[in-house]
């Protein structure tokens, strides 16, 4: 390797792998390696079993084969071996541009103490490449923005190494059901700094096989909406509950237990007592979205019952 090579930002892609279709990964694999201005390291883990001659026909360098954990944990256990200074976090499918990483890892201060989340706008494309639409993610991010919602796929995030040190410290609290990226973000907004390039770095195919994301449609949405109008949001109750259990458990975060355990108690409050919540801390000086998220995802839906939202 040479000297300059040497000088150059390392920054890990973690990629996990289930059921690929070859030619998706072997795209997603020549955007990696175009990477400019980067040196990087891939660190890819296979999700579940498989032949030794299927493993040689992915041609996926340090691939390790592992035990099926689902899309989540393969993606935090990941996180928690990694040893760079900076982390992106990557599918199977989809394709990067050549300055994708370079410009994230410009957008983070050097030297940092801070965890930091960067991510970008995406284009929505077919099977084809062909361009479905574009996706912009929030320009402006606070500690209410993953708190309801989950704004950014993980396909665009890049972390640096006090980002990853933390989620190394949460992975003991992430339930499989819960998203992985959902879990990232939320834990960075309320110990660091969220910010996005606004630029479109990634090409997000959408086929029939994507596991997450942009492929639930409006009526799907919409359901999920009304089912927790009736009945609670549960599946926000559970990862309020763990993410408060994990900042309990860290002396060095318990700064933040106030303001994330009485947002979780609110789940089992009242409406008007949710809001009262929200306006003690600061929702007015939020984004739009985010006070709309805030409303949808936890001022309409009903009070929950059970202290156990398992």
Same mark, same amino acid.
């Given at each position: 390797?040479?000297?300059?090579?040497?000088?150059?930002? +390392?920054?890990?892609?973690? *990629?996990?792998?289930?059921?690929?279709?070859?030619?998706? *990964? +072997?795209?997603?694999?020549?955007?990696?390696?175009?990477?400019?201005?980067?040196?990087?390291?891939?660190?890819?883990?296979?999700?579940?079993?498989?032949?030794?001659?299927?493993?040689?026909?992915?041609?996926?360098?340090?691939?390790? @084969?592992?035990?099926?954990?689902?899309?989540?944990?393969?993606?935090?256990?990941?996180?928690?071996?990694?040893?760079?200074?900076?982390?992106?976090?990557?599918?199977?499918?989809?394709?990067?541009?050549?300055?994708?990483?370079? *410009?994230?890892?410009?957008?983070?201060?050097?030297?940092?103490?801070?965890?930091?989340?960067?991510?970008? /706008?995406?284009?929505?494309?077919?099977? %084809?490449?062909?361009?479905? !639409?574009?996706?912009?993610? $929030?320009?402006?991010?606070?500690? &209410?923005?993953?708190?309801?919602?989950?704004?950014?796929?993980?396909?665009?995030?890049?972390?640096?190494?006090?980002?990853?040190?933390? #989620?190394?410290?949460?992975?003991?609290?992430?339930?499989?059901? &819960?998203?992985?990226?959902?879990?990232? !973000?939320?834990? @960075?907004?309320?110990? =660091?700094?969220?910010?996005?390039?606004? +630029?479109?770095?990634?090409?997000?195919?959408?086929?029939?096989?994507?596991?997450?994301?942009?492929?639930?449609?409006?009526?799907? +949405?919409?359901?999920?909406?009304?089912?927790? #109008?009736?009945? !609670?949001?549960?599946?926000?109750?559970?990862?309020?509950?763990?993410?408060?259990?994990?900042?309990?458990?860290?002396?060095?975060?318990?700064?933040?237990?106030? &303001?994330?355990?009485?947002?979780?108690? !609110?789940?089992?409050?009242?409406?008007? /007592?949710?809001?009262?919540? *929200?306006?003690?801390? =600061?929702?007015?000086?939020?984004?739009?979205?985010?006070?709309?998220?805030?409303?949808? =995802?936890?001022?309409? $839906?009903?009070?929950?019952?059970? %202290?156990?939202?398992?």
């Amino acid at each position: 390797m040479s000297n300059f090579e040497n000088s150059l930002p +390392r920054v890990e892609i973690l *990629l996990s792998i289930f059921k690929p279709n070859i030619y998706r *990964l +072997r795209k997603q694999l020549e955007s990696i390696h175009a990477q400019d201005g980067i040196s990087v390291v891939l660190s890819a883990r296979f999700d579940g079993q498989a032949s030794q001659e299927y493993i040689d026909s992915l041609c996926v360098p340090n691939l390790t @084969v592992d035990e099926h954990k689902g899309v989540g944990p393969s993606f935090m256990h990941l996180i928690a071996n990694s040893k760079c200074d900076y982390v992106a976090l990557c599918d199977q499918d989809d394709i990067w541009t050549a300055d994708k990483l370079k *410009l994230q890892v410009n957008s983070i201060p050097n030297p940092t103490s801070s965890p930091y989340l960067i991510t970008s /706008n995406y284009i929505l494309v077919d099977d %084809r490449e062909v361009t479905l !639409g574009v996706r912009n993610v $929030p320009r402006k991010f606070s500690k &209410f923005t993953f708190l309801f919602r989950n704004p950014v796929p993980g396909c665009t995030m890049l972390i640096n190494k006090q980002s990853a040190d933390l #989620i190394r410290r949460s992975e003991g609290y992430f339930y499989p059901q &819960f998203h992985h990226d959902w879990w990232v !973000g939320l834990t @960075v907004s309320l110990f =660091g700094v969220c910010s996005r390039v606004n +630029r479109n770095l990634i090409k997000y195919r959408l086929h029939s096989e994507n596991t997450i994301g942009s492929t639930i449609d409006f009526r799907e +949405r919409l359901c999920n909406v009304i089912a927790r #109008i009736k009945h !609670g949001n549960y599946e926000l109750a559970l990862m309020h509950s763990q993410m408060v259990q994990f900042i309990d458990s860290d002396p060095e975060l318990r700064h933040k237990s106030i &303001f994330m355990t009485s947002i979780y108690m !609110g789940l089992f409050k009242s409406r008007l /007592n949710r809001l009262t919540i *929200l306006a003690k801390h =600061g929702i007015h000086q939020a984004s739009f979205p985010d006070m709309l998220s805030a409303f949808v =995802g936890y001022v309409l $839906p009903a009070k929950l019952i059970s %202290r156990d939202p398992r």
